[in-house]
């Protein structure tokens, strides 16, 4: 049995290595922030509170396994597949552009309602490719489907971070740093969108609700003989959001201070506000958004609900997390300056036929969603038609020519924005 790196902390360190040409299963060391302004903050600090998190490894996991389905005609020298893809267009893209299946209009491919996504569907995988490449071999279909088994193995998991975190106050309680180093298992290969998420769509976040002068946080990304590690529900974002919370109640803790009172006095009030990690805030108003939820739940009451269940023998406690969720990722500052240049839009096509009914084609993808009922929704009432006139065709890279996907809470912000606009056009 050949030694295996499985361990994320240790994985730098370990003698065996996955990859001969990444030495210490090193993939990238990356930061975000002010470095020098993060120490000055730290050591002008009277407080600091340090914490070590670890973000297990989670698997999708959905109801419905992965499958594909190639066919290649020999006539038309022309392939198509079919699979259960969150993301139809950028799969056609990879399979033609870098692995070389076919040119793009050669290729087509259908992604049908596929069941649970949950991130895990984004990517190409190493079945689609082979169930077109033998499609042509065989002269025939060629049919997979993946069982539970397997997408335990095989499916891009979740997470798998291991973090110091700190957190520099002044005698106030004033937040005035963080300092934050991730160790992010990317398994043993990297996938489609590996990288960005312990990065681009971590860091970014880190500053969550709070007005934090200086942050810099550093990501060592690292291969192990695991399976590869990609989006997964919030992707990134999540995993900022815990590190923040668990940062801020332990130091609110540690301070003697109401966690509820603590985070009230750090959060950003000026806006707009630019965090020390690329983020613009323009509006907000998290202070009146606490006090509802706090007035909502008695929790002046709350002393005394805990005292009576302890007089019963049991535990009552509470948590809080005050958040911000990047979503509806589009084309915008942030998203140039993080070097996506003019990606990650939606296209959209509203076509009026002549008997009446509306057609609307989008780039976005309907797995579980309800895009035909939402999507339509807007046509009816924008145009004025009668909703069951209204049929929304999505999954077909025949039919809908191009297209971004349905990922991070987009489709709503950005894939019904695309539908508006071209209805009032």
């Given at each position: 049995v050949l030694p295996a790196v499985v361990d994320t902390a240790g994985a730098a360190t370990s003698k065996t290595q996955v990859h001969a040409e990444a030495p210490d299963n090193t993939v990238f060391n990356w930061h975000l922030g002010d470095k020098g302004a993060t120490e000055a903050a730290f050591k002008a600090a009277r407080h600091?509170?340090?914490?070590?998190?670890?973000?297990?490894?989670?698997?999708?996991?959905?109801?419905?396994?992965?499958?594909?389905?190639?066919?290649y005609d020999q006539g038309e020298g022309a392939f198509t597949l079919y699979t259960t893809s969150q993301n139809p267009h950028v799969a056609r893209l990879v399979l033609s552009a870098f692995i070389g299946i076919a040119p793009e209009n050669k290729l087509r491919v259908i992604a049908p309602d596929?069941?649970?996504?949950?991130?895990?569907?984004?990517?190409?995988?190493?079945?689609e490719t082979v169930c077109v490449w033998a499609a042509k071999k065989v002269g025939r279909p060629v049919k997979w489907t993946s069982d539970r088994t397997e997408a335990f193995l095989s499916d891009a998991h979740g997470r798998d971070h291991v973090t110091h975190a700190e957190l520099a106050m002044d005698a106030d309680g004033k937040m005035l740093a963080m300092r934050v180093h991730t160790t992010a298992n990317l398994g043993a290969y990297l996938s489609t969108f590996s990288s960005s998420v312990p990065t681009y769509l971590y860091a970014p976040l880190l500053s969550g609700q709070y007005d934090i002068p200086a942050i810099y946080c550093e990501v060592d990304a690292v291969y192990t003989n695991t399976a590869p590690v990609d989006a997964y529900r919030g992707a990134g974002r999540p995993e900022a959001t815990f590190v923040v919370e668990r940062l801020v109640?332990?130091?609110?803790?540690?301070?003697?201070?109401?966690?509820?009172?603590?985070?009230?006095?750090?959060?950003?009030?000026?806006?707009?506000?630019?965090?020390?990690?690329i983020m613009m805030y323009d509006t907000g108003n998290y202070g009146a958004s606490l006090k509802k939820a706090l007035e909502t739940i008695d929790y002046k009451g709350f002393g005394k609900r805990r005292r009576d269940s302890a007089r019963n023998g049991k535990l009552r406690g509470i948590g809080f997390s005050a958040y911000i969720e990047a979503c509806g990722i589009a084309p915008s500052a942030a998203v140039g300056s993080l070097g996506a240049g003019v990606g990650l839009w939606e296209s959209a096509e509203v076509r009026v036929n002549p008997i009446g009914t509306v057609e609307v084609l989008t780039g976005?993808?309907?797995?579980?969603?309800?895009?035909?009922?939402?999507?339509?929704?807007?046509?009816?009432?924008?145009?004025?038609?009668?909703?069951?006139?209204?049929?929304?065709?999505?999954?077909?890279?025949?039919?809908?020519q191009m297209g971004m996907g349905t990922y991070g809470s987009r489709s709503g912000a950005v894939g019904m924005s695309a539908i508006f606009k071209a209805i009032d056009k």
């Open positions: 600091v509170t340090r914490l070590d998190i670890v973000n297990n490894r989670l698997v999708p996991n959905p109801m419905e396994p992965r499958a594909a389905v190639g066919d596929v069941g649970g996504g949950f991130g895990s569907k984004i990517f190409i995988y190493a079945e109640e332990v130091a609110a803790r540690e301070l003697g201070k109401d966690p509820a009172k603590f985070r009230t006095q750090n959060f950003v009030r000026k806006f707009p506000h630019q965090t020390p990690v976005s993808h309907s797995h579980g969603q309800g895009h035909e009922t939402t999507f339509a929704q807007l046509v009816s009432d924008r145009l004025g038609v009668p909703l069951e006139n209204v049929s929304i065709i999505h999954g077909d890279t025949d039919k809908v």
